[in-house]
């Protein structure tokens, strides 16, 4: 039996498809006793007090961690869940083309490799706080900054007005994007808020705000099997910061079980965008399939969050850490 620390269930997809296999979900267990007693207080012909006394137990059971080992159970057993791990890890399987073969999309499958957590919430707050920390040594004359990489000065501008006020590190305003929570600071080490937030808007490009999980199954680094996690389907309780000061950001082995979304495009040419008529009208099929093209190209170039190829997208149903057994630690160790 595998003990699993879930980072990662999407519960109503779960719920969905042990309906279809089992036609139904048990949602709780109850159990219920209920004991009674009747005595009387007084003398014998005139009954004063009548005393009832009864236990009830009640016990609710949450079978949430049980619902997914169900699925993963009810699948494997039905032929429809597949474990790719060994597969994905071979870098022949990639540049063959058979990797589509084994795992086409819509395809259901386990995949345990080497991955690491991403989200470019979490990296313009670090760089928030890291920028506050320059700001707070250099106002102490511990750090001496970098007079190249100086931003100018914010004395009054014209007509005698103040130029517009740095945000205060961690907070993004209405209608801002995330590197403005990152303020001005001079340049520390190479390195300023200007560097900073261009770092940010190209993260917030390739990989939508939202948490990721980057498998690297290859051990070349040249493969990425990437899936985005939807909130509110029971992962991250806490904020970003609580989950990576937890789960760091150094790779780690997980597991991901889900359905393959997409391949990255080898081809990664633009487009003719050529969707008008004979008669001069628009195509709409065409200008949508260009459209979509063009992103797709840009998806396999790696500047927005698309697959990129040799690797795929996963639509996932769960993701977590398989606990170790104390018994096969103690093995390793020896």
């Given at each position: 039996?595998?003990?699993?620390?879930?980072?990662?269930?999407?519960t109503?997809?779960?719920?969905?498809?042990?309906?279809?296999?089992?036609?139904?979900?048990?949602?709780?267990?109850r159990?219920?006793s209920?004991?009674?007693?009747?005595?009387t207080?007084?003398?014998?012909?005139?009954?004063?007090?009548?005393?009832?006394?009864g236990?009830e137990?009640?016990?609710?059971k949450?079978?949430?961690?049980?619902?997914?080992?169900?699925?993963?159970?009810?699948?494997?057993?039905?032929g429809?869940?597949?474990?790719?791990?060994?597969?994905?890890?071979?870098?022949?399987?990639?540049?063959?083309?058979s990797?589509k073969?084994?795992?086409?999309p819509?395809?259901l499958?386990?995949?345990?490799?080497m991955?690491?957590?991403f989200?470019?919430?979490?990296?313009?707050?670090?760089?928030?706080?890291?920028?506050?920390v320059?700001?707070?040594?250099?106002?102490?004359?511990?750090?001496?900054?970098?007079s190249?990489?100086?931003?100018?000065?914010?004395g009054?501008?014209?007509?005698?007005?103040?130029?517009?006020?740095?945000?205060r590190?961690?907070?993004?305003?209405?209608?801002?994007?995330?590197?403005?929570a990152?303020?001005?600071?001079?340049?520390?080490?190479?390195?300023?808020?200007?560097?900073?937030?261009?770092?940010?808007?190209m993260?917030r490009?390739?990989?939508?705000?939202?948490l990721h999980?980057?498998?690297?199954?290859v051990?070349?680094?040249?493969?990425?099997?990437?899936?985005?996690?939807?909130?509110?389907?029971?992962?991250?309780?806490?904020?970003a910061d609580?989950?990576?000061?937890?789960?760091?950001?150094e790779?780690?082995?997980?597991?991901?079980?889900?359905?393959?979304?997409?391949?990255?495009?080898?081809d990664?040419?633009?487009p003719d965008?050529?969707?008008?008529?004979?008669?001069g009208?628009v195509d709409?099929?065409?200008?949508?399939?260009?459209?979509?093209?063009?992103?797709?190209t840009?998806?396999?170039?790696?500047?927005?969050d698309?697959?990129?190829?040799?690797?795929?997208?996963?639509?996932?149903?769960?993701?977590?850490?398989?606990?170790?057994?104390t018994?096969?630690?103690?093995?390793?160790?020896d």
């Amino acid at each position: 039996m595998i003990l699993r620390e879930f980072l990662y269930v999407d519960t109503d997809k779960v719920r969905a498809m042990l309906a279809q296999l089992d036609g139904g979900v048990a949602e709780e267990e109850r159990e219920t006793s209920t004991q009674e007693r009747r005595s009387t207080v007084g003398p014998r012909s005139f009954a004063q007090h009548l005393q009832v006394t009864g236990s009830e137990r009640y016990t609710q059971k949450s079978l949430g961690d049980a619902l997914f080992p169900t699925l993963e159970e009810a699948l494997e057993s039905e032929g429809l869940l597949k474990d790719v791990s060994e597969e994905v890890s071979d870098l022949s399987q990639w540049t063959s083309g058979s990797m589509k073969e084994i795992a086409p999309p819509g395809s259901l499958v386990r995949i345990t490799a080497m991955g690491s957590l991403f989200d470019s919430r979490y990296t313009a707050s670090v760089f928030s706080a890291f920028a506050s920390v320059a700001l707070g040594l250099q106002g102490m004359g511990v750090l001496v900054p970098d007079s190249s990489n100086a931003p100018p000065g914010k004395g009054k501008g014209r007509g005698g007005q103040q130029g517009p006020k740095p945000p205060r590190p961690g907070q993004v305003p209405p209608d801002r994007q995330l590197e403005d929570a990152i303020p001005d600071f001079a340049g520390v080490a190479g390195v300023d808020g200007n560097s900073l937030r261009a770092i940010v808007r190209m993260a917030r490009g390739i990989f939508a705000p939202g948490l990721h999980i980057n498998l690297a199954p290859v051990d070349a680094g040249s493969v990425l099997i990437g899936s985005r996690l939807q909130e509110g389907r029971q992962y991250l309780d806490t904020e970003a910061d609580i989950l990576f000061a937890r789960y760091g950001t150094e790779p780690q082995e997980w597991t991901l079980v889900g359905s393959v979304g997409s391949y990255g495009p080898e081809d990664t040419s633009l487009p003719d965008f050529n969707f008008f008529r004979p008669d001069g009208t628009v195509d709409r099929a065409n200008f949508a399939e260009n459209i979509n093209g063009f992103m797709k190209t840009l998806g396999g170039m790696g500047f927005i969050d698309l697959p990129q190829y040799p690797g795929f997208s996963v639509i996932p149903f769960a993701v977590y850490r398989a606990i170790p057994r104390t018994s096969a630690l103690l093995a390793v160790r020896d």
